[in-house]
């Protein structure tokens, strides 16, 4: 775009195009019978009734633990859905890992009291978020952050359906996944819940993986898939501090531009319920906020599902918050926002004082009302009150060879070669190996939090069976040929900057009589807010540790394992070979050792902007007014911001070649369809697999301008020599942004294209401006 055009948008005499007001369509299509039967059921309730199925409760506590096994207690169980009529309950107890035997006796007792109580099913939620990860004996896939660095959506689809599957066969039908907040902020505790910092990426793979989860048809959930809670909405991942539930600040073009999308295609791909951000943005707690959560959500996207809360996240609005003077009020404010489902994990009170404000004309019958319908159509489309309980026996897939197969390849797609300076891998057979590290020897690491526990920390009791990094090697270069000598380790079960007294100089000294160090590095587990940190750099151990090992002048290769990236810049230039592994499960020491021996051709790309510098913190599409030159003179700063290792980055054991870069149009509209074809060639000697990308960038516009945007993305596999033309598709309306006053806008004007080493311009011939919310 020139700048007389973007003069012209500012001009009292320009035209803009805009649409019409059209009602959208709704984002689940009205089901009549389970209407019916939502109507039939609710003009029979009570009000206590109704409060009780708004409730959600934590099984801790309906019973404890006796002989280490845990068990229901009648009385309790009895007083929360007797008495209190409650509708929903979650998380594992202790929370531990159970078996598919104890969660069909836990969860079967909880639906026949329901049932025979109050004649309406429960409702069980668990947390496997990257398989079944509080079931004993399933599948554990990768973390979410690894199904990014694949940008391969059918592993995204694949492990959602599998982890679905294995769910229903412990009678759950309920989990709180995908997790789609971006990882924009590497300080974040939780980057690797999500797919990456695109929002993008988060939108298709989010996407992808509900219907995985859920099937085709939202409204008739078959038995062997379950429903989703995307979380957590919205704007969690960006808090200011870079501290779990802290304060986040957005403008309004970045919480609908950005923020938003991953959680709309959730929507439109049929997400039955969304769990909501713990935090505020802007100053209003989201719990609290009428105009995300009924305007944004409910009311603009048309969108019958259900709004559950975070842990107990109404006492926040009086705790931490304070916008309510007490409990009472908290409860009115979030319930009046759009709250349908309150996570209250230890306080039936919840249900007293709900039913207090009713009376009081302080909740209107119509929002209780609103909000039980919702639960209700929930639980129909479950199918639950015709079949509360399935059974392990329909289920005998569950932590098959198949499944399993499944979470190694997801895991070998997902591994990042960063470095590989004279292709010093794969490794060649015969080599004498030193393995190393903290993370050289557990399946904890590998894991990662939501793992059998909630912080992971009790993992390598339950993964026994599994592979850690040093017996993957083992047995892939012979026992022989390896030694284990780790010189930093984590206290075993600590917290995850547990570390022991270090052992350096025994590494070092196995390292003199190896031919290559595979030093294995980075994180132990952690979840949420107790993995907060103060320091994004590797911890110190660690790196005097490859300091150390360097001194021998044997070749290293890092294996970074980590939930997030740690700073890394003053060890880097000491490896030969580097390969971000990222969370990659139960399978990932495997998968690793197939990478190194050069069975599996890694493919992987980094799903977020990996930083040099401390003080650097950027994400790859950040405005062009941040790329700025060195001064010179007396206001010298050293504004140049420089990343390790960008978004996208990958490389592989063969090389790809793009060409014939090509756009059906050169001139465009809102309307039109964009179709861009690119030629990928294997020019090297191995087969392997290039995900091919489609950026944009808008030269010249009325905000400053994004240095680019991924718009589209698609893997394929090429043999050595081998040619394939990659078609990329997008509508001229996803050039669009959203301007200074909140509306999107694609204006008239050139926008540069590039996919690889390729780029093309293109014109936008004419400005188009929505007055609705989205496109």
């Not at 999308?261 to 319920?273: D, I, N, W, Y």
């Not at 230890?346 to 039913?355: A, P, W």
Request: with cysteine.
């Amino acid at each position: 775009m020139t700048l007389k055009k973007v003069l012209l948008i500012f001009s009292s005499t320009i035209m803009v195009a805009c649409t019409t007001q059209v009602t959208p369509p709704s984002a689940i299509a009205e089901d009549t019978k389970i209407e019916q039967q939502v109507n039939d059921i609710i003009k029979k309730m009570t009000l206590d009734e109704k409060i009780g199925q708004m409730t959600e409760l934590s099984i801790d506590v309906l019973g404890e633990f006796v002989n280490d096994e845990f068990k229901l207690d009648d009385a309790k169980l009895h007083k929360a859905i007797a008495e209190f009529k409650v509708g929903s309950f979650l998380n594992a107890p202790g929370p531990v890992a159970q078996s598919r035997e104890k969660w069909q006796e836990i969860i079967g007792k909880i639906q026949d009291v329901s049932m025979k109580e109050i004649g309406i099913p429960c409702i069980y939620g668990l947390d496997q978020n990257h398989g079944t990860t509080y079931t004993l004996g399933g599948t554990l896939f990768p973390q979410n952050i690894n199904i990014g660095a694949s940008f391969n959506t059918e592993l995204a689809y694949k492990s959602a359906q599998v982890t679905a599957y294995e769910t229903r066969a412990a009678n759950c039908p309920w989990t709180y996944s995908p997790t789609v907040d971006m990882a924009r902020d590497p300080r974040w505790p939780r980057v690797w819940e999500n797919y990456g910092e695109d929002c993008l990426v988060n939108s298709i793979m989010g996407s992808t993986a509900v219907r995985g989860f859920q099937g085709d048809d939202p409204n008739h959930i078959p038995a062997d898939r379950i429903a989703t809670s995307v979380k957590h909405y919205m704007g969690y991942s960006m808090s200011r501090t870079g501290k779990d539930r802290t304060p986040a600040y957005i403008s309004d073009a970045d919480l609908r531009e950005k923020c938003f999308a991953p959680f709309k295609a959730c929507v439109e791909a049929g997400a039955l319920t969304i769990m909501v951000n713990s935090g505020s943005i802007n100053g209003v707690p989201v719990h609290a906020n009428y105009d995300l959560l009924t305007k944004w959500l409910k009311e603009d996207l048309k969108w019958d599902g259900m709004l559950l809360t975070d842990w107990a996240d109404i006492d926040n609005l009086y705790t931490r918050e304070h916008i309510a003077a007490n409990k009472k009020e908290a409860i009115q404010i979030a319930i009046n926002a759009g709250i349908d489902m309150a996570m209250e994990p230890y306080d039936l009170h919840f249900c007293t004082l709900l039913k207090e404000l009713v009376e009081e004309d302080k909740v209107p019958m119509s929002r209780i009302d609103d909000a039980v319908r919702r639960i209700l159509r929930l639980k129909l489309r479950l199918d639950l009150f015709n079949c509360p309980n399935t059974l392990t026996e329909d289920y005998p897939l569950f932590g098959s060879n198949e499944h399993k197969q499944l979470a190694l390849h997801v895991a070998e797609e997902s591994m990042i070669l960063l470095k590989n300076e004279n292709n010093i891998l794969p490794l060649t057979k015969g080599k004498k190996l030193l393995v190393t590290g903290p993370n050289a020897n557990s399946m904890r690491c590998l894991n990662g939090g939501w793992s059998y526990s909630w912080q992971g920390h009790l993992t390598d009791r339950f993964a026994g069976e599994y592979n850690t990094i040093y017996e993957a090697i083992c047995n892939k270069f012979g026992a022989d040929n390896v030694r284990l000598e780790q010189g930093v380790t984590y206290k075993q079960e600590g917290s995850y900057t547990e570390e022991n007294e270090p052992e350096i100089e025994k590494a070092v000294a196995a390292a003199r009589n190896v031919d290559i160090i595979i030093a294995c590095i980075g994180e132990n587990s952690y979840c949420e807010t107790p993995g907060n940190l103060n320091d994004l750099a590797i911890s110190p151990n660690q790196r005097k540790l490859v300091k150390a090992l360097a001194t021998t002048g044997k070749p290293i290769v890092l294996i970074l394992n980590e939930g997030r990236p740690r700073i890394i810049n003053d060890i880097e230039p000491m490896a030969s070979g580097i390969i971000n592994i990222l969370l990659p499960g139960n399978f990932g020491g495997d998968a690793l050792a197939n990478i190194l021996d050069g069975s599996v051709n890694p493919s992987a790309k980094m799903p977020y902007t990996y930083p040099r510098n401390q003080a650097e913190l950027t994400t790859y599409d950040y405005r062009v007014s941040e790329e700025i030159d060195k001064m010179e003179g007396a206001y010298d700063y050293d504004a140049v911001i420089s990343v390790q290792w960008p978004f996208g980055y990958g490389l592989s054991y063969t090389t790809f070649e793009y060409s014939n870069f090509k756009a059906n149009m050169d001139s465009f509209t809102a309307e039109d369809e964009l179709h861009f074809s690119v030629d990928i060639t294997n020019s090297g000697t191995k087969s392997g697999k290039e995900a091919v990308m489609l950026f944009s960038r808008d030269l010249v516009a009325s905000l400053t301008p994004e240095s680019r945007r991924l718009r589209a993305f698609k893997k394929v596999e090429l043999q050595p020599g081998e040619t394939q033309t990659v078609t990329l598709s997008i509508k001229g309306s996803d050039l669009a942004f959203v301007g200074a006053d909140g509306k999107w806008i694609l204006e008239q004007g050139d926008f540069r294209m590039q996919s690889g080493n390729q780029t093309l311009n293109i014109e936008c011939n004419k400005t188009y401006k929505w007055n609705t919310p989205n496109k």
